[in-house]
């Protein structure tokens, strides 16, 4: 490989410097958080407010107190917010600090008379100016819907606060008021009025001060995150999609997830020569590639080089999901990560598939009920495919989906018959004597992308839940026996995670650890599906191919896999589906791989987690 000598050297590198030191940024990170702690505490708890220094603060103005409780409380809580942003290295959390540090140590002299209060927030801000250079990080991808986000969260946070800050004085209430009007009152004071509890001496003012300022931190953060210019997420544009479909045209045979990369929803970074490329999204701040590079595999270390900048560049978690052995060795070698085995891909030779013998038994025995049933399949190319059947197709994949989030990322196209995929194979069910339905005779749909000239890579599997059980099974053998007419040699079916694990876990001798293992994992697949995909796999015989996570400490493995789970759409932490702006981005399609036979006529499963 042309520059794997400087690969390497690169990786030896890294061995003998070490690992970054993160030691500055995460003390400054826990410093944060205390002052913001300290600070709130401040102007929430009358007894915290006692020093040495108090009989002489006391010459201060009278109406001082108020003000510097209400701004002691407003520091914490900002400085609260970006403790994490500190902590990710970046670059607009540490100018906000260095303005809110200085305030808040006003706010502690002021307030609460301390020497010791003002001294942590300038030490803290002593060190943010020293190591400037370390918060260097660019803004993450955003939109302003995290304004109603922000609403939402501060919102609750200042009921939170308001009834401690309401609560906090009670030699000085004015009678015995109950929760509701303790509660009535803060949500009076958050806009600024008087509500129904009444305190003695100065301290009914302190209290509104404080609650006005909490209601108006919520204002001001949200009206910011509204009309902030937005950062939108990478997407591939006219000329990175033609730039991936040359490299596919030459390279695409290596990779059966290479189509995949030409998903609408992701970005992409090219390497120097232009000849590889990797495709990512972000989400939850893990920068997620997908698959193996796209190209050249002697020009990958270029372009994930070009992917490491990137997620330097934004303090971006780097991640890779589901990339061959191939791939996990180059990947690790040009960069220090470490992989994991995440499961198999089970790939299908057309040349040695057949229905006959006893291992095939219950596979053929549904194929040949279904068809007695009166069904029938045809499996073409897109490309030779009327617009009104196709168009037809994409309804009944939509109305036919099993869930209102959209799935798919890793191994998923995102679209069904767009005009540059005419290579796409699309196998479909039908039955002619049930005519009646929404999408007439069109019961059951398949759809594959290309994985080189000889194969294909199932993309996403749909079908009529008043059909009949086993459409999904029928289907894949139609395209299995169609594939030798098509030029077809080799079929990518479905991705089983942890499928060592459940083969070996159900063998004789399997020791106490490994069962428990298999264990937790068929408990998971309630949700996830991860025995019931392995069984439906391996009905067809096939060969399986490992896949792996690429990971840079195994800390950061439950976020990975959290991003993960978003980007799959298993979990979603976004808006109601009322609030959803509209946009005319293509929608990323699902690929809802529901094997009947496993789940009595209509489960739903994934190629990928």
Same mark, same amino acid.
């Given at each position: 490989?042309?520059?794997?000598?400087?690969?390497?050297?690169?990786?030896?590198?890294?061995?003998?410097?070490?690992?970054?030191?993160?030691?500055?940024?995460?003390?400054?990170?826990?410093?944060?958080?205390?002052?913001?702690?300290?600070?709130?505490?401040?102007?929430?708890?009358?007894?915290?407010?006692?020093?040495?220094?108090?009989?002489?603060?006391?010459?201060?103005?009278?109406?001082?107190?108020?003000?510097?409780?209400?701004?002691?409380?407003?520091?914490?809580?900002?400085?609260?917010?970006?403790?994490?942003?500190?902590?990710?290295?970046?670059?607009?959390?540490?100018?906000?600090?260095?303005?809110?540090?200085?305030?808040?140590?006003?706010?502690?002299?002021?307030?609460?008379?301390?020497?010791?209060?003002?001294?942590?927030?300038?030490?803290?801000?002593?060190?943010?100016?020293?190591?400037?250079?370390?918060?260097?990080?660019?803004?993450?991808?955003?939109?302003?819907?995290?304004?109603?986000?922000?609403?939402?969260?501060?919102?609750?946070?200042?009921?939170?606060?308001?009834?401690?800050?309401?609560?906090?004085?009670?030699?000085?209430?004015?009678?015995?008021?109950?929760?509701?009007?303790?509660?009535?009152?803060?949500?009076?004071?958050?806009?600024?009025?008087?509500?129904?509890?009444?305190?003695?001496?100065?301290?009914?003012?302190?209290?509104?001060?404080?609650?006005?300022?909490?209601?108006?931190?919520?204002?001001?953060?949200?009206?910011?995150?509204?009309?902030?210019?937005?950062?939108?997420?990478?997407?591939?544009?006219?000329?990175?999609?033609?730039?991936?479909?040359?490299?596919?045209?030459?390279?695409?045979?290596?990779?059966?997830?290479?189509?995949?990369?030409?998903?609408?929803?992701?970005?992409?970074?090219?390497?120097?020569?232009?000849?590889?490329?990797?495709?990512?999204?972000?989400?939850?701040?893990?920068?997620?590639?997908?698959?193996?590079?796209?190209?050249?595999?002697?020009?990958?270390?270029?372009?994930?080089?070009?992917?490491?900048?990137?997620?330097?560049?934004?303090?971006?978690?780097?991640?890779?999901?589901?990339?061959?052995?191939?791939?996990?060795?180059?990947?690790?070698?040009?960069?220090?990560?470490?992989?994991?085995?995440?499961?198999?891909?089970?790939?299908?030779?057309?040349?040695?598939?057949?229905?006959?013998?006893?291992?095939?038994?219950?596979?053929?025995?549904?194929?040949?009920?279904?068809?007695?049933?009166?069904?029938?399949?045809?499996?073409?190319?897109?490309?030779?495919?009327?617009?009104?059947?196709?168009?037809?197709?994409?309804?009944?994949?939509?109305? %036919?989906?099993?869930?209102?989030?959209?799935?798919?990322?890793?191994?998923? +196209?995102? /679209? @069904? =018959?767009? $005009? &540059?995929?005419?290579?796409?194979?699309?196998?479909?069910?039908?039955?002619?004597?049930?005519?009646?339905?929404?999408?007439?005779?069109?019961?059951?749909?398949?759809?594959?992308?290309?994985?080189?000239?000889?194969?294909?890579?199932?993309?996403?599997?749909?079908?009529?839940?008043?059909?009949?059980?086993?459409?999904?099974?029928?289907?894949?053998?139609?395209?299995?026996?169609?594939?030798?007419?098509?030029?077809?040699?080799?079929?990518?079916?479905?991705?089983?995670?942890?499928?060592?694990?459940?083969?070996?876990?159900?063998?004789?001798?399997?020791?106490?650890?490994?069962?428990?293992?298999?264990?937790?994992?068929?408990?998971?697949?309630?949700?996830?599906?991860?025995?019931?995909?392995?069984?439906?796999?391996?009905?067809?015989?096939?060969? %399986?191919?490992?896949?792996?996570?690429?990971?840079?400490?195994?800390?950061? +493995?439950? /976020? @990975? =896999?959290? $991003? &993960?789970?978003?980007?799959?759409?298993?979990?979603?932490?976004?808006?109601?589906?009322?609030?959803?702006?509209?946009?005319?981005?293509?929608?990323?399609?699902?690929?809802?791989?529901?094997?009947?036979?496993?789940?009595?006529?209509?489960?739903?499963?994934?190629?990928?987690?």
């Amino acid at each position: 490989m042309s520059g794997g000598v400087p690969g390497r050297t690169r990786y030896l590198r890294r061995i003998l410097r070490g690992p970054r030191p993160e030691t500055v940024p995460v003390l400054i990170t826990r410093a944060c958080i205390l002052v913001g702690l300290l600070d709130v505490a401040a102007g929430v708890f009358p007894r915290f407010r006692h020093s040495r220094m108090h009989t002489l603060a006391e010459v201060l103005p009278g109406a001082l107190g108020p003000f510097a409780a209400a701004l002691a409380i407003s520091t914490g809580v900002l400085l609260l917010l970006l403790a994490h942003g500190l902590r990710r290295h970046k670059r607009r959390a540490w100018r906000a600090a260095v303005v809110l540090l200085p305030l808040g140590a006003l706010a502690q002299f002021a307030y609460r008379h301390s020497l010791f209060g003002v001294l942590i927030p300038l030490v803290l801000l002593t060190l943010l100016l020293r190591h400037r250079s370390e918060f260097a990080a660019l803004p993450d991808p955003r939109s302003r819907w995290r304004a109603l986000a922000n609403f939402v969260l501060m919102g609750a946070g200042s009921l939170v606060i308001g009834l401690a800050v309401v609560s906090a004085h009670p030699k000085k209430l004015v009678g015995d008021p109950s929760l509701s009007d303790r509660l009535e009152h803060v949500l009076y004071g958050l806009f600024g009025m008087d509500g129904p509890v009444d305190y003695a001496g100065r301290t009914s003012s302190t209290v509104a001060c404080s609650l006005g300022a909490l209601g108006l931190l919520t204002a001001l953060t949200t009206v910011y995150l509204a009309f902030r210019p937005e950062h939108p997420a990478a997407r591939l544009t006219e000329d990175d999609e033609a730039r991936l479909r040359t490299l596919l045209d030459k390279h695409g045979a290596r990779d059966s997830l290479g189509h995949f990369a030409l998903r609408r929803d992701k970005g992409v970074v090219f390497s120097p020569s232009g000849k590889a490329a990797v495709c990512y999204r972000v989400v939850s701040g893990v920068m997620l590639a997908s698959g193996d590079p796209v190209g050249d595999v002697e020009a990958w270390p270029g372009a994930i080089e070009r992917f490491m900048d990137e997620a330097k560049a934004h303090s971006w978690t780097p991640a890779v999901m589901g990339c061959s052995e191939t791939g996990g060795e180059v990947w690790t070698r040009e960069t220090g990560l470490d992989a994991l085995e995440l499961g198999d891909e089970a790939v299908v030779e057309t040349a040695d598939f057949s229905l006959a013998g006893r291992a095939m038994r219950n596979v053929r025995q549904m194929v040949k009920r279904i068809e007695r049933n009166g069904y029938e399949t045809r499996v073409r190319r897109i490309r030779d495919l009327g617009d009104q059947e196709l168009e037809r197709i994409r309804r009944a994949a939509d109305d %036919w989906r099993g869930t209102d989030t959209e799935r798919g990322f890793s191994m998923a +196209l995102g /679209r @069904i =018959g767009d $005009a &540059a995929d005419g290579d796409c194979l699309v196998a479909t069910a039908h039955k002619a004597d049930d005519p009646a339905g929404p999408h007439g005779d069109l019961k059951a749909v398949l759809h594959f992308v290309p994985w080189g000239t000889d194969g294909v890579s199932l993309d996403l599997m749909r079908r009529d839940r008043t059909a009949d059980p086993g459409m999904n099974e029928l289907l894949i053998v139609a395209a299995l026996q169609a594939a030798p007419k098509l030029g077809i040699t080799r079929i990518s079916l479905n991705f089983a995670m942890f499928r060592a694990a459940l083969a070996r876990g159900e063998k004789i001798g399997a020791g106490p650890v490994l069962r428990a293992w298999r264990g937790l994992l068929v408990f998971l697949s309630r949700w996830f599906q991860i025995e019931s995909l392995y069984r439906f796999n391996a009905k067809f015989r096939p060969r %399986w191919e490992p896949r792996f996570v690429v990971y840079r400490s195994p800390r950061d +493995l439950p /976020r @990975i =896999g959290i $991003a &993960a789970l978003r980007a799959e759409g298993f979990v979603n932490l976004g808006l109601p589906p009322l609030l959803r702006r509209r946009t005319a981005a293509p929608r990323p399609c699902a690929h809802d791989t529901g094997h009947d036979t496993a789940h009595d006529g209509g489960g739903r499963g994934v190629r990928a987690a």
